[in-house]
């Protein structure tokens, strides 16, 4: 494992919404495609998955269902609803927007000021 | 926001599920984190060691997944619910006064609203009620308040008054339906062809009546109500142009009503055209209403009631222009008033009604009272618990929660116990007579009902969660472990709280004992007026007799072989006959001129209660005769015209000479010398319309052929039980005409018995209220002086054993409940003299401020203090030194 970072407040929702929207997914594999994802750079705290996954299905912004997983046990597969294919737009331009600008921010030398 | 309410449902609605699916869940995480790292080469052991440790606690997981959703709130009021259930369970004393307060006054509340509902509150069953008029004539210088509207009124006024869309009038009427041998009384309405245009309800079959159908020889047409379509002709919708024979003459049925078509009061079944002569529509019937016909109309959306009254004060000031009587109908003070149709239907009830409501409002309020106090009561013994908990981190929020949930569900089963209180009450006005009321038969017990006992319920739990939750969050954590643990006494503010609390549930207990005492004395005193005649061992019934086969001479031919007949029977005294028998409760006044009476300056004819009597009527009443001589039989078939008067009447036109001999005429017009009528005695006055009448306006009493009406009343003396003789009558009646029934069957004391419902009824419910409400001061009371007793057992304990007696103990406790009684009273004092000046308009002869009313309630709200204050001053008293000073 290569050196991992700290998630920023409230990015973690975005992250599952990035994970199931590439696929349906049950709460494992999105803690699996987010490490993959992320080629094992942000380490998900296991134990707040489960909270946001419920909090996102509250909000409409993930529908869960019941489906057979790979080896043939019951699980519960989380799909991107409308609202959250919106939301996950928004704040993935949200997102870009911040990260331009403070790497901009960031890069600026002396002689440009 | 909507979407979120929804998965939260459907997440209680299957919690179940919920909670499975979630420990499914981590579960599969588990086990699928174990397996990949067991295949990743760690020893089965220490994977499962460390997906636990990478997972962490599920109990936590699950909680945080529960606040996702929002359930946790509803856990937590659940386990508060509980909470309350199992303390309420704890105290079944303090739980059973407390629902058995709610239950009763609740209850007495949603009976008595249900009352006021359906007579004020539900508008009249018709489209834009709020704009049905009616319009009355008064004359009130003569001594007639209320006198109808006149055909003649109608015919003027119709299209003439723009600010009406349409104006219509009524009578209404007791008809005979049916072929000869089966038939049928019913109730009808005579209504002008606009009636039903004017409530904007038309028949839902066939058509209204046309403008041809109103003279005598074109209505033979008849308009069926629902319940009679379906009842009698099983609701053929082939019923139009089918025979209905009513009075004996057949109609033609032209149209059925709407099922919700209920007008008024009225229970009629039957809607026939009014039909008239064209002199029955001339300017000299202009006045001839009679309370019989009423009018009623509707404004014009833009038009306001004032206008309409401008209006029709103009059209008659314009009538009256050039009316040959116009100087007597000013004198009397003539003025046609419009005022809303459901307002004036229910004005006599309305004041009897609210202040039935403010008696069950007060009986809430007592019982509110107790139950705060007993609440506070109650806090005080739990102030160490709360401490502690709030010690060990429960939030003020969570405090106030446990709070509101514990009152409201003490409220919310109070208020279901009060829902059948008030099914029970209106099963019990019904008895006292409510569906007499105008509007009465609207009365029930419905989703309404239910609705406004659950707003009421919780909004009396939060209510009394306040005062709870501002006690137990006052007081700093510290000096509540130890003030109480160490059996001081309450806070100052509590106490003065708990009893301000008590005098203020004495004093409105003192005005609703005083209230109902005022209540009964006018009923007393009601009752205790004679009518004027010997009203025992009378029977009175009503007979109607149809035109058709009664015309003017055969009517007269009827009733005396009536009376004859039925003078016959065994135990009959005798027997007579009058249009209308008083206490019958439709009166009607009409003019009378007096030979050689000038009116005084400033005198203004007056309206006298005018009969037509036949037989023996005088002596099967009972009057007394105060000079001359009683009509007799033969009066009606002599040529000579003499009737006799009352002394008010008597006393009024002839105050220095004899009334004997004196001549009238019937109307208020001289008539030809050959036309009046001779004074041949003077009777005793006689209480016509009910005994709380005051003005004594005179009557006259002319033989029967000059005063036919559609139906008599006939009334008998017997020696047996009035009772029952009524077969007896009624056989009689059908010998002579077996399909003419005898209605209204009841002896004279049940008329006035009856009459006197409209004060019996709330006189009996206000003491109802006020026994309650003084048991539940009693109660308070008692509650109070016991906690006092009990907080203050180690001080007392002590000064008895530094040689206080306890006689001394026992009068301490006395002298408190006797200053909680003394300020009650002198509030309650104020408060009944209020209450009395508002009930004026209710009372008989009773002034607001009755000394003997006033002193009864003082005494019996000191034997309550003094029986509350009993027991626990007496625990005082035995209070033993040893005991708690050991505790």
């Known amino acids: 494992m290569g050196k991992t970072a700290e998630l920023l407040p409230g990015t973690l929702d975005m992250l599952i919404l990035k994970a199931v929207s590439l696929k349906p997914l049950h709460g494992y594999g999105v803690l699996l495609r987010i490490q993959q994802i992320s080629r094992d750079a942000l380490e998900i705290p296991q134990g707040s998955l489960y909270p946001a996954l419920y909090r996102l299905e509250h909000h409409d912004l993930i529908a869960a269902e019941w489906g057979q997983s790979e080896n043939n046990r019951r699980a519960k597969y989380y799909t991107l609803t409308a609202a959250g294919r919106r939301r996950l737009r928004d704040e993935t331009a949200g997102w870009n927007r911040l990260a331009s600008a403070i790497a901009a921010a960031l890069s600026t030398t002396s002689e440009e000021v | ?887």
Not at chain 2, 540 to 561: H, K, M, N, V
Not at chain 2, 684 to 701: F, H
């Open chain 2, 1 to 887: 926001m909507f979407k979120r309410f929804r998965s939260l449902f459907r997440v209680l609605t299957r919690r179940r599920e919920f909670e499975d699916g979630m420990s499914e869940e981590l579960r599969f995480h588990f086990e699928q984190y174990t397996d990949d790292l067991v295949r990743s080469g760690v020893s089965p052991e220490k994977a499962a060691r460390l997906a636990r440790r990478e997972l962490g606690s599920s109990i936590n997981i699950k909680a945080d997944c529960r606040e996702a959703f929002g359930v946790h709130l509803f856990d937590e009021f659940r386990r508060q619910l509980s909470y309350a259930a199992r303390l309420l369970r704890k105290t079944p004393g303090f739980t059973a006064t407390a629902l058995l307060t709610l239950a009763v006054c609740l209850g007495a509340n949603l009976t008595i609203f249900a009352v006021i509902d359906s007579v004020l509150l539900r508008p009249l069953p018709f489209p834009e009620p709020d704009r049905l008029m009616t319009i009355f004539n008064t004359y009130p210088k003569a001594g007639v308040e209320r006198d109808g509207s006149s055909l003649t009124n109608y015919y003027e006024r119709r299209g003439h008054i723009s600010a009406f869309t349409s104006l219509a009038i009524y009578r209404y009427g007791t008809e005979i339906i049916g072929e000869a041998g089966s038939t049928e009384r019913e109730q009808t309405m005579r209504v002008s062809p606009d009636f039903f245009a004017t409530l904007r309800l038309a028949p839902v079959i066939g058509r209204t009546f046309t403008e041809e159908e109103t003279t005598s020889q074109t209505d033979h047409v008849a308009i069926l109500s629902d319940t009679f379509w379906r009842q009698r002709y099983n609701a053929d919708p082939n019923v139009i142009g089918r025979q209905i024979r009513v009075n004996s003459v057949p109609r033609t049925v032209i149209g059925v009503l709407p099922p919700a078509f209920h007008f008024l009061s009225s229970d009629a079944r039957l809607f026939l055209p009014l039909a008239s002569r064209a002199e029955d529509r001339t300017p000299l019937q202009r006045h001839a209403g009679g309370n019989v016909t009423q009018m009623i109309a509707r404004l014009k959306p833009d038009a306001t009631l004032t206008q309409a009254q401008s209006q029709i004060d103009a059209q008659n000031a314009t009538l009256e222009a050039d009316d040959p009587q116009a100087k007597m109908i000013a004198d009397a003070g003539f003025r046609s008033i419009v005022v809303s149709l459901h307002a004036d239907h229910v004005a006599a009830i309305r004041p009897t009604l609210l202040l039935l409501q403010a008696g069950a409002i007060a009986l809430l309020l007592i019982g509110a009272v107790n139950l705060v106090n007993l609440l506070l009561v109650r806090a005080s013994g739990r102030v160490k618990e709360l401490a502690v908990r709030q010690a060990l981190g429960a939030s003020r929020g969570y405090v106030v929660s446990e709070v509101v949930v514990e009152t409201t569900l003490l409220t919310l089963v109070g208020g279901l116990l009060g829902l059948a209180v008030g099914a029970g009450g209106i099963h019990l006005l019904r008895v006292l007579g409510a569906d007499r009321l105008p509007l009465g038969s609207r009365i029930v017990f419905d989703a309404r009902f239910a609705l406004v006992a659950l707003v009421a319920a919780i909004i009396l739990g939060i209510v009394f969660a306040v005062p709870i939750a501002w006690f137990n969050l006052r007081r700093h954590l510290g000096n509540a472990l130890q003030s109480e643990s160490r059996g001081g006494t309450s806070g100052r503010a509590a106490q003065i709280l708990r009893h301000s609390f008590i005098v203020s549930q004495i004093a409105l207990a003192f005005m609703l004992l005083a209230g109902a005492g005022l209540l009964a004395l006018s009923l007393q005193r009601a009752m205790a007026v004679s009518p004027g005649f010997q009203s025992d061992h009378i029977l009175t019934g009503q007979i109607l007799l149809p035109w058709a086969d009664y015309p003017d001479a055969a009517r007269l031919t009827f009733i005396e072989s009536l009376t004859d007949k039925i003078g016959h029977l065994p135990g009959v005294l005798s027997v007579g006959v009058v249009n209308n028998v008083p206490f019958s409760g439709n009166t009607g006044k009409s003019a009378a001129t007096v030979m050689g009476h000038v009116l005084r300056p400033g005198e203004s004819p007056r309206g006298h209660y005018s009969y037509g009597v036949e037989g023996d009527y005088f002596r099967a009443m009972g009057f007394s005769l105060r000079a001359g001589r009683f009509l007799t039989a033969a009066d009606s078939r002599r040529a000579e015209r003499v009737c006799v008067v009352d002394e008010d009447f008597a006393r009024y036109y002839w105050p220095n000479t004899s009334a004997i001999g004196q001549r009238l005429w019937d109307g208020s017009e001289q008539g030809k010398d050959s036309e009046a009528f001779t004074v041949v005695g003077v009777v005793g006055g006689v209480k016509q319309a009910g005994l709380t009448e005051d003005e004594a306006q005179g009557a006259i009493y002319y033989p029967y052929v000059f005063r036919i009406g559609d139906s008599v009343f006939v009334a008998v003396r017997t020696s047996l039980p009035p009772e029952s003789l009524g077969l007896a009558l009624q056989q009689a009646v059908r010998q002579i005409d077996p399909d003419i029934p005898v209605n209204d069957l009841r002896s004279m004391e049940t008329r006035i018995v009856d009459s006197l419902v409209a004060r019996r009824s709330p006189a009996l419910l206000a003491g109802l209220f006020s026994g309650i409400a003084l048991l539940l001061t009693a109660i308070g009371t008692y509650g109070v002086l016991s906690y006092a007793v009990a907080q203050r057992r180690r001080e007392i304990g002590l000064r008895m054993a530094l040689g206080a007696q306890p006689a001394q103990i026992r009068s301490q406790f006395l002298y408190l409940s006797l200053r909680l009684l003394a300020g009650g009273v002198i509030l309650g004092v104020i408060g009944a003299w209020l209450s009395g000046q508002a009930m004026q308009a209710v009372l008989f002869h009773v002034p607001a401020f009755n000394l003997a009313i006033l002193a009864g309630a003082v005494f019996v709200m000191a034997l309550m203090s003094l029986v509350a204050c009993l027991l626990p001053s007496q625990r005082a008293a035995r209070i033993s030194p040893m005991e708690t000073l050991a505790e």
